[in-house]
């Protein structure tokens, strides 16, 4: 359940709100106006090191969250979304509708990563339960009380908290239910909403195209393949030269014919994440009318073993003229990522930037604590990039982008192969993809994070929405 989130200046609270009190460890107790018996409680917690002291009194719910000196930055952020993980689960399991946070520091950014986690951690996905109404999430809005809890900054926030919730809907949602067609028609609906231009290529203009690639995926589906052109561009944009995001839409994948194993099948409705993840961002982007004009291109299809499927031997020739020898079909993303890359240049970019779930080689070296990237972007803009991916901590990982690597895809009867072979997965994917680029571009690999099967705080299960708080952060850097 999306959580309404808005600043507050009265301090009466409600006997059936759910109160947490940021403070420092020197806070003065008596100014909280708790009783005795609660500021004894607290005291005593103190003393064990306890960050979040949980006080339950007649069906309300009291927290003190306190910042215990935590040096690392980056770190001590994460820890206070966390914390507000754990306190939208209390006001859950209590049954409170609203919870309100009052910031007695003075911190211009503590309320916010507390809300954010509140918010995000309150997030469901449960539209096929028979009983969803009733096992709803109680918590319905948030107030925040503190010095910094502007109208501005509670904006981004519910923006932010908006697009994230979309993406994982998205990721969430069966491809019985989110095919090709479906999530062209979500965008244009979003687009509708928050002003942005939509166009939707049909297989006919995309055959006419020639988006070999993205055509050769699709042929063993009955479903038709869809192109879909976000485009966000306010009159007062900071950058003369769009930013240009590419999203992996793979509603589906099977594999193809070098079919996947049941178990490995089973989550692949994740497989479009990055595709998610640029509609949502540009979707924020647009809620929160960041003056900054930005591009995202969404090519999108499944990948099944039917029809006339493509086959390992095939030699595709891509938009860009470019011929590729497929030897796995299972190394689908990059097939319809290089049209939509190459179709990219177009737009003369500042730099593009592209989100798939692409290689298991990326989630086997990192995990889902962090974002692999790579690309030929300058130093200064990876930089800019890294620092949002810690502010919001999306981390990003940066992998070796030698020329070596290139060396793998050489094809015998083509331009390139479509795989590198058994080392450096990842990399040589990637390598694969600077073929279709002529600007500065990066590549993220979010196969680690995208979905992950256990809960992990405010992030959830199943679809987590990442990457989308990164490029939210990193546009609006850009308008600085």
Known sequence: MSVKIQSSKNSANASNEAILHLVKKTQKWEALDLDKEAIAYVKAQLKKEKNLISIANLGKVEVIALDLGEKDEVKRRENLRKLGANFCGLVNAAGLNTARIIDHTDSVSDWYDIAEGVSLANYQFIKYRKDAKKELNSLEALA???????????????CTVDAVFWARDLVNEPVIT????????EAELRGKEAGIKVEVLNKTKIEALKFGGLLAVNSGSQTPPTFTIMEYKPKKAVNKKPIVLVGKG??????????KPTAGMDTMKCDMAGAAAVMAAIYGAASMELPVHVVALIPATDNRPGEMAYTPGDVITMYNGLTVEVLNTDAEGRMILADALAYAGKYDPEVVMDFATLTGAAAAAIGQYGIVYMGTADEKVKAGMKQSGDAVYERLVEFPFWDEYKELLKSDIADLKNIGGPVGGAITAGKFLEHFTSYPWMHFDIAGPAYIKGNDS???KNGTGSAVRFLLDYLENRTK
Do not use: E, F, M
């Open 178 to 185: 989110l095919d090709a067609l479906r999530i062209a028609a």
């Open 144 to 158: 925040v009380q503190g010095k910094h809890a502007t109208d501005a900054a509670i904006h981004k926030l519910n």
């Open 250 to 259: 793979v509603v589906y994948d099977t594999g193809g014919l070098s079919l």
């Open 458 to 460: 405010y992030r959830g």
